[in-house]
């Protein structure tokens, strides 16, 4: 049997006319670190006026390692095609290669959770060093990633930072920002029962104010409908099984309430 078929299919027939032999020139090329590097740099530092800082990305960072990595892998398969050769040095060279891509892939899903988690404040992304707390401010300036800030007290808060009075570690539970969640998760809290606790007491009073079977019907249908809506709304979080069972035991609560009550009955 002729080693070049297998199946019906030559392989000789399967190589492209047009392939050139590649170069180490174009080898080098596919690393493309100065074009990595060009479309990146606007991303990675980023200047702002309002208020006055700078902020270093290093998500935006780690997708320029990625292009890098993929630039790296590009030329690996580039060397299988041109010498149809795949040993073990080689294995373990894409291996590696392959193994870092997939960890710095883990790594941008981790940093897209934090960037949605801080709602567009850049002091609550860990990924995120800004100007607006003095430590990474300082790393920033000795980095010479920032102008010289101006010695004078006067010029001084044109960079000021959140914590100029009593700088704070990065990334940790800084006090103000500790005291803002917890504020903000009793604001949520809160919201939530009095939203609960109503949506019970209105449509009831609504029924026993007004009695009749059509504005009892109409009490609780507009009272489940305006309920599963907002339910839907918050619980981003619950699966739809979950809402379902809200929804369906809050309508459950009414019915019993209009049966016991005897409002439908006028």
């Known amino acids: 049997m002729d080693r070049g078929k297998t199946v019906g299919i030559d392989l000789r027939d399967s190589q492209p006319a047009h392939r050139q032999p590649a ?29 006055k800082r700078v902020i270093v990305d290093l998500a935006v960072l780690n997708r320029m390692y990625l292009s890098s990595l993929q630039g790296q892998i590009m030329r690996e398969v580039r060397l299988i095609d041109r010498d149809l050769h795949f040993d073990r040095d080689r294995a373990t060279r894409v291996g590696g290669l392959l193994d870092e891509y997939s960890k710095a892939i883990v790594n941008w899903e981790l940093m897209e959770k934090y960037s949605a988690s801080s709602k567009g404040e850049f002091e609550r992304d860990p990924y995120m060093i800004t100007s607006s707390f003095k430590l990474q401010r300082d790393m920033i300036e000795v980095a010479g990633l920032i102008e010289e800030l101006p010695s004078t007290r006067r010029d001084r808060p044109s960079y000021a930072s959140l914590d100029e009075k009593k700088p704070q570690l990065p990334i940790g539970s800084r ?60 619980g981003e979080e619950e699966s739809p099984a979950t809402i379902l069972a809200i929804v369906a035991s809050y309508t459950a609560v009414l019915v019993v309430f209009v049966g016991t009550s005897g409002s439908a009955v006028s």
């Open 175 to 234: 006090p103000a920002a500790r005291a803002r969640r917890d504020l903000e998760a009793f604001v949520k809290r809160f919201s939530f029962a009095l939203f609960g606790a109503l949506s019970l007491l209105a449509p009831m009073v609504l029924m026993v104010l007004t009695g009749g079977t059509l504005a009892t019907l109409l009490t609780v249908c507009i009272a489940v409908l305006l309920f599963a809506f907002v339910v839907s709304l918050w």
């Open 23 to 51: 170069r180490e020139a174009d080898l080098r090329d596919l690393d493309l670190g100065d074009e990595i590097a060009r479309i990146g740099l606007p991303d990675l530092i980023v200047p702002t006026k309002s208020p």
